[in-house]
């Protein structure tokens, strides 16, 4: 995540280019959802919401499509969090005070 910007990932496919973004933002999901060590959200009260995502409509839909498909995931499954459409939905960081706090750290 962090590196020097002399430093340039070699031997990545345009779509690995084109996608970088969707592709760290799934780890910031997937890792506290998986971790065993991590509280147990509740996913009912508490839904994902994703800052304003950078694309067009295909592809922010492919990634909560992929988002969705953790719930698949063994780690997941054992946690008995369940995650459904309704609840993964888009904000506007500036319309949060919350979502503003983590945009600083």
Same mark, same amino acid.
């Given at each position: 995540?962090?590196?020097?910007?002399?430093?340039?990932?070699?031997?990545?496919?345009?779509?690995?280019?084109?996608?970088?973004?969707?592709? %760290?933002?799934?780890?910031?999901?997937?890792?506290? +959802? /998986?971790?065993?060590?991590?509280?147990? !959200? $509740?996913?009912?009260?508490?839904?994902?919401?994703?800052?304003?995502?950078?694309?067009?409509?295909?592809?922010?839909?492919?990634?909560?499509?992929?988002? %969705?498909?953790?719930?698949?995931?063994?780690?997941? +499954? /054992?946690?008995?969090?369940?995650?459904? !459409? $309704?609840?993964?939905?888009?904000?506007?960081?500036?319309?949060?005070?919350?979502?503003?706090?983590?945009?600083?750290?």
């Amino acid at each position: 995540m962090f590196r020097q910007n002399a430093q340039t990932p070699q031997n990545l496919s345009a779509e690995q280019k084109d996608n970088s973004y969707f592709f %760290l933002y799934y780890q910031f999901v997937k890792t506290p +959802l /998986a971790c065993s060590r991590c509280p147990t !959200p $509740d996913i009912g009260k508490r839904p994902p919401f994703f800052d304003d995502l950078p694309d067009n409509q295909e592809k922010r839909q492919q990634f909560k499509g992929y988002v %969705l498909g953790l719930a698949s995931n063994r780690e997941i +499954l /054992a946690r008995q969090i369940v995650l459904v !459409p $309704d609840n993964i939905s888009e904000v506007k960081s500036h319309d949060h005070v919350l979502l503003q706090c983590l945009d600083i750290v």
